[in-house]
Structure formats: structure tokens, C-alpha cells
């Protein structure tokens, strides 16, 4: 804005940080406002006009690739993403993850608003537009699909105005499409998108030394400056008494704020880099007896951030800033890469070496191909080498001959949906057929039916100690006769012996499964009618316990409409053990009210007590004192001699 201009050669720039560092170097000396950094995401080229001119145009030409040519009435010129983009909406599904493509299979986004819709990509779909395009068919959802601004995945959108208390979330429905997609998991915040990007870009670079061009975001190992957005962040009081405040709102590099200390101080101090090219130093160049210092304004930590925060202790005019610069170390690394959601751990090795043990390592937070990751250290020379190769376990199923079997391929070494129903972990590799029996696993579901029993039977111990009367002692139970204990009991035992009438089969009560009640009112499971029913219909015992049916109301909210014996369990349960209005908890509210209403009435007689001992403590004495005056009156009374007349 100056009108000052510098040409930069980028024909031998490798990286953005190549450019960065040329455009920099360039505009060193020679007068030229202009400083180069990343943009705020990490992706792309900043320029900064640092001058405050009054010339109101930002003027680039022959940019190239960079995409900036023109003339701007503005201080800063975002290139926006210069990152190659891996994923268009062309993309096929079979080129991603490393070639190894998209499963055919469907997937169930849930919105934070509990609303559900199920993607099914088993149609044919070949590529990301299609992908996008079956998601966002999908209206009863507040989820909207695009490619992510990095141009790396799928992004998808929480649109929800009134997002709940949970977060958007992507499950998988019997496939690995999600995974492959990078969709599978949960947004990190209620409202949050969930990004399937593959790539991450991490700031490792810390300047060693402080330099003019050194930006302001870069110091205290990247944390910056504080700043209190136009306000004064700080004063400074000089030894002749004059006190300046100096604002570091819109200041980007250190050879700012030594212009805005001079600028503020009108010469009275001179800001320069201390000594030791890791900080600032300040230097009073007035004459007093008054505390060279400087102290913090509005809240602002910007004095602390930049070293100079304290006073001149030795009074020889000069405050020597602390170091404001950090070397990167090898912890910094991995905080920031574990800290980067880059889906990838990072953690420090020995190796046992006598001179440098120390090693990074880089681990996939996933398993199998789907795990693949790639480091570019962008000419960091970290030498990385690859030590274990990122593969999926695979088994030939159907026969001992591989061209008339299926091949099925898993991310982890467990194959969960081979057979329904079953669990197959694989534990090692086998050049012949490996033959698996599968049977029905029904001493599970047994002991699972005579543990609810067991824990049932232990409930009706407790009712029974608490709420009884021993006729031969005399003694009542604690709760004796307590509503709330004979409503958990009525309705405890109503289910044991109701029908559940939206259950569809053959089984729609307890009995007919071998679940009854017994002498002493204790349930009896007769194990053998159980494993009878198993036998011959396992899927109406299931539908017993596990039924559920549900729809949604004119405000969208899921409500139960049909419940098995397991539903209506818990429903009860929940009625009765709320913490904020079951049953127990109001009886338990009743009582605490109780117990203070008679607290404070026993306060109040406390009171009363109180005052009519006092009030008899006065009487007493009072009575005391005229017996003690009428005792005295007999005395002398009696002291009188009788007269004699002669």
C-alpha cells in the first residue's frame, strides 16, 4: 500500500513452505510490508500487507499457480487450498483406499436429533457423486454430504438447527462401507460435521531464533500472542514518569510490535531483538527517578507472551525479554500428531543405540488395509521406513479349492459376518482346509434366564426382610406397610405373570418357557421346558425377551409402541429407581421432607424450652430474694427484747 513492490523467483519452490520462506527472505530490507505464512487451515498461502498505507490497492502479478493475480483494497490475500485434490465427486469407489476400493453394503447415519436413515450402496454405485447423492436423498435426516474443503473424503454436515445432547454418528449395518468411506465413528461435539478426510496436515516448524519476519503466531512454540482485540495490551511507564499503552490488535510479525513500542512511545523507548536473537529488548531512553516497567492491560497475557512483562530490577535503563522462541523436540512431535485427529499415534522408541536411541513411531489408530497411511515429512529428512505393512486377513470359504471357494477378506482377524450368528477368530495361516462346526450356544441364554432369576428371588429377600412383622418377637420391619415397596412388588410379580400381547408366536408369557412362581413366592426356572422352547422355536423365545417396536410422533420424537417381557423389565425398573421422579426417589423426597419439617419444629420448641426456662429461672430467683427479705425481717424480729415497766 506503500507502493513498494518485490519480485520473487518460485520456479525452484518444492512446498508451500519453500514459497513461504522466499517471499519472506526477499521482502527483508527492502521496505516492503509484505509477509508470508500459512492460512488458517493449514493448506494454503497467507500474504499480509503489514504497512498501514493509505494507498488502497494489495497488487499481485505472474502468481501462478498460486491463483492471486489482481488488485485488492484488503490487508490479507488467501490462496485457499493448494493441496492436491485426491477425491471429486468423479472419483470411482473402486481407486480409493489405496486401490483396494469401497465395500458393497449399507451403513446407518444417526443425526443429533436421534433421527435414523440407512445408505444402501449395494445399487451399483461406482462413484463418490453417487455416494453423495444416496445420502442426501435421504430427507428425514439433518445431514447434508459434500466433498470436504481439503478434497481428501466425504464430509457430512450436522444441518440440524437445534442439535441434541449427542453427536451425529456413522455404524456400520453388517458391511465395512463406512470404514472404507473413513466415515465410521461418532463427531467430536453435538452439532459437530464428521469429516472422511484421509489427510492431515501437521505444523511442526518453531522458529529457534526471532527475526523481523518472525510471525507473532509462531512464537511460544505456537501458541502465539495474546492479544485484547482493540484494546491497549499493555503500558509502559518510563523513568521520567510518562506511562504509553501500545495495542497489538492486526500486528502479525515481531518487527510489528517493535514499530508499534517506538510508534506508541514516541521514541522514548526502542524496541529491539535481545542479544540472544531469542527475544525482545526494551531500552528507556528518558532520564527520572520513577520504575522503568511494564505491566498488563485489559486481561490481555500479550507483555507475558512476549517476554517483556516485569521491570527494569538493576535501573540501567533496559528490560531484557525472556526467550519467546522454543526448539522443537521430538515430545512437541508427538503431542501434535496425537493431538491432530490424524487417526494415527504417534509414540517415542529406545532402540537401545548408544548415541541417538531415540525413534518416532507411527501407528494406524485402525486395522488392515484400511489402516494404510502415508507420511510426507516435507523435507524434514526423518528417514521413515516402513516396518509393517498395512493388510487385511484372508480365507478361501467354501472348499479346499480356492477357484471354487469365495474369498472373504476382513481388516482385523475376527469374521464376524461370514455366518450369522457366528464369531470366527483367526489365529493363524493354514495351507489346508480348516473344518468349523458350528451348533447353537444355549447355556448362555440359559445361565443369562437363571441369573434374572436369581437377582428377581434376591429382590423379593429384600421386600420380605423390610416389609414384615414377627408375630412371636414383635418386631415390625423398617418398611412395613411403605407404598413404594408394595408397587414395586405388585408390579414385579404382574409381569412375571401377564402375557405380552404384541409379541407375535407361540411364546407371549413367561410360563410357557419355564419362568413361574414357586413356593414362598420366590420364581422357579425349570431349565428343561427352557431348552424345550429353544428347540422348537428359538426365534419366538427371542422375540419373548427382546421385542421392540417403536414410531415416531407428530414432533418427531421415537416413542415405544409395542414391548416383550425384557422392554417392559426395564421400563419398570426405570419408573421405579429414577434419580429424579421413580417411585423410590419420591418416597425418599417425602421422608428428607419430613425429617426437615420436624427438625425445624424441634428447633422451634427448642426455642420455646428456651424461653420458659429463662422464664422460670426468673421466677426462682425472684422467690429466692423474698424469702431471703422476709427470713431477714423474721431475724429481726425475733432480736427484739421485751420492755419492762417498773
Known amino acids: 500500500r506503500l507502493g513498494n513492490g518485490?519480485?520473487?523467483?518460485?520456479?525452484?519452490?518444492?512446498?508451500?513452505?519453500?514459497?513461504?520462506?522466499?517471499?519472506?527472505?526477499?521482502?527483508?530490507?527492502?521496505?516492503?510490508?509484505?509477509?508470508?505464512?500459512?492460512?488458517?487451515?493449514?493448506?494454503?498461502?497467507?500474504?499480509?500487507?503489514?504497512?498501514?498505507?493509505?494507498?488502497?490497492?494489495?497488487?499481485?502479478?505472474?502468481?501462478?499457480?498460486?491463483?492471486?493475480?489482481?488488485?485488492?483494497?484488503?490487508?490479507?490475500?488467501?490462496?485457499?487450498?493448494?493441496?492436491?485434490?485426491?477425491?471429486?465427486?468423479?472419483?470411482?469407489?473402486?481407486?480409493?483406499?489405496?486401490?483396494?476400493?469401497?465395500?458393497?453394503?449399507?451403513?446407518?447415519?444417526?443425526?443429533?436429533?436421534?433421527?435414523?436413515?440407512?445408505?444402501?450402496?449395494?445399487?451399483?454405485?461406482?462413484?463418490?457423486?453417487?455416494?453423495?447423492s444416496e445420502i442426501n436423498s435421504k430427507s428425514n435426516i439433518n445431514v447434508l454430504a459434500r466433498i470436504n474443503d481439503n478434497g481428501d473424503g466425504i464430509l457430512l454436515e450436522d444441518t440440524n438447527p437445534n442439535p441434541a445432547a449427542f453427536a451425529m454418528k456413522v455404524e456400520e449395518s453388517g458391511s465395512s462401507t463406512a470404514r472404507d468411506l473413513g466415515l465410521l465413528g461418532e463427531a467430536e461435539t453435538a452439532g459437530g460435521d464428521l469429516d472422511g478426510s484421509f489427510e492431515v496436515t501437521i505444523n511442526i516448524a518453531a522458529p529457534e531464533t526471532v527475526s523481523g519476519t518472525t510471525l507473532l503466531n509462531d512464537l511460544n512454540g505456537g501458541e502465539g500472542v495474546d492479544v485484547a482485540a482493540g484494546k491497549a495490551d499493555f503500558q509502559i511507564e518510563t523513568k521520567s514518569g510518562e506511562i504509553y499503552t501500545v495495542n497489538l490488535s492486526g500486528l502479525v510479525t515481531v518487527q510489528d510490535v517493535i514499530d508499534a513500542v517506538g510508534t506508541a512511545t514516541g521514541g522514548d523507548i526502542t524496541a529491539t531483538i535481545n542479544g540472544s536473537d531469542n527475544g525482545l529488548r526494551l531500552v528507556d531512553n528518558t532520564t527520572g527517578t520513577e520504575t522503568f516497567k511494564v505491566s498488563s492491560l485489559n486481561g490481555s497475557d500479550g507483555a507475558e507472551n512476549l517476554g517483556i512483562l516485569g521491570s527494569d530490577s538493576d535501573d540501567d535503563g533496559e528490560i531484557i525479554g525472556s526467550k519467546i522462541v522454543e526448539d522443537t523436540t521430538l515430545e512437541d512431535l508427538v503431542d501434535r500428531v496425537n493431538n491432530s485427529n490424524a487417526r494415527i499415534t504417534a509414540t517415542i522408541i529406545n532402540d537401545g543405540s548408544p548415541n541417538t536411541p531415540f525413534r518416532l513411531s507411527f501407528s494406524s489408530d485402525k486395522e488392515g488395509t484400511a489402516g494404510a497411511f502415508i507420511v510426507d515429512d516435507d523435507g524434514l529428512g526423518l528417514n521413515i521406513a516402513t516396518l509393517t505393512e498395512a493388510e487385511d486377513a484372508v480365507v478361501f470359504y467354501g472348499g479346499g479349492d480356492p477357484a471354487h471357494s469365495v474369498l472373504v477378506s476382513s481388516s482385523t482377524n475376527t469374521l464376524n459376518s461370514l455366518i450369522p450368528g457366528a464369531t470366527i477368530e483367526l489365529a493363524s495361516t493354514s495351507e489346508t482346509p480348516v473344518t468349523i462346526t458350528v451348533n447353537r450356544d444355549t447355556s448362555t441364554v440359559t445361565e443369562s434366564i437363571q441369573g434374572f432369576v436369581d437377582s428377581f428371588n434376591q429382590v423379593v429377600d429384600v421386600f420380605n426382610k423390610h416389609d414384615s412383622y414377627d408375630v412371636d418377637s414383635e418386631q415390625r420391619g423398617l418398611l412395613l406397610g411403605d407404598a413404594s415397596i408394595q408397587r414395586a412388588r405388585s408390579g414385579l410379580y404382574r409381569l412375571v405373570s401377564q402375557r405380552f400381547t404384541d409379541v407375535d408366536g407361540q411364546y407371549n408369557s413367561l410360563s410357557q418357557v419355564g419362568i413361574t412362581v414357586g413356593s414362598g413366592a420366590k420364581l422357579e426356572f425349570d431349565q428343561a421346558k427352557f431348552s424345550t422352547a429353544l428347540e422348537n422355536d428359538r426365534a419366538a423365545v427371542e422375540r419373548l425377551f427382546s421385542f421392540v417396536e417403536t414410531e415416531k410422533d407428530s414432533d418427531n420424537q421415537l416413542n415405544v409402541v409395542g414391548r416383550g417381557a425384557g422392554k417392559s423389565f426395564e421400563e419398570l425398573l426405570v419408573s421405579?429407581?429414577?434419580?429424579?421422579?421413580?417411585?423410590?426417589?419420591r418416597t425418599l423426597d417425602t421422608v428428607d421432607n419430613q425429617i426437615e419439617?420436624?427438625?425445624?419444629?424441634?428447633?422451634?420448641?427448642?426455642?420455646?424450652?428456651?424461653?420458659?426456662?429463662?422464664?422460670?429461672?426468673?421466677?426462682?430467683?425472684?422467690?429466692?430474694?423474698?424469702?431471703?427479705?422476709?427470713?431477714n425481717q423474721s431475724s429481726a424480729l425475733a432480736s427484739f427484747q421485751p420492755a419492762s415497766f417498773g
Do not use: C, P, W
Not at 576 to 585: E, V
Open 597 to 631: 419439617a420436624n427438625t425445624t419444629r424441634i428447633e422451634q420448641f427448642d426455642v420455646q424450652l428456651e424461653a420458659k426456662r429463662q422464664r422460670l429461672l426468673t421466677q426462682f430467683t425472684n422467690m429466692e430474694r423474698t424469702l431471703a427479705e422476709l427470713q
Open 576 to 585: 421405579l429407581t429414577d434419580s429424579i421422579d421413580g417411585t423410590f426417589q
Open 6 to 132: 518485490i519480485a520473487t523467483d518460485l520456479s525452484g519452490a518444492e512446498s508451500i513452505s519453500d514459497i513461504i520462506n522466499l517471499i519472506n527472505e526477499d521482502a527483508i530490507g527492502t521496505g516492503v510490508g509484505v509477509v508470508a505464512s500459512l492460512n488458517s487451515n493449514g493448506n494454503g498461502l497467507l500474504l499480509t500487507d503489514t504497512t498501514g498505507g493509505t494507498i488502497k490497492s494489495f497488487i499481485v502479478a505472474n502468481s501462478g499457480g498460486l491463483g492471486l493475480d489482481g488488485t485488492y483494497a484488503q490487508d490479507t490475500l488467501d490462496t485457499g487450498n493448494l493441496q492436491l485434490r485426491y477425491v471429486s465427486e468423479a472419483t470411482r469407489l473402486d481407486q480409493l483406499n489405496n486401490g483396494n476400493g469401497v465395500a458393497a453394503g449399507q451403513f446407518t447415519i444417526f443425526d443429533s436429533a436421534g433421527n435414523t436413515a440407512k445408505i444402501d450402496l449395494t445399487q451399483g454405485e461406482k462413484t463418490v457423486a453417487e455416494v453423495i
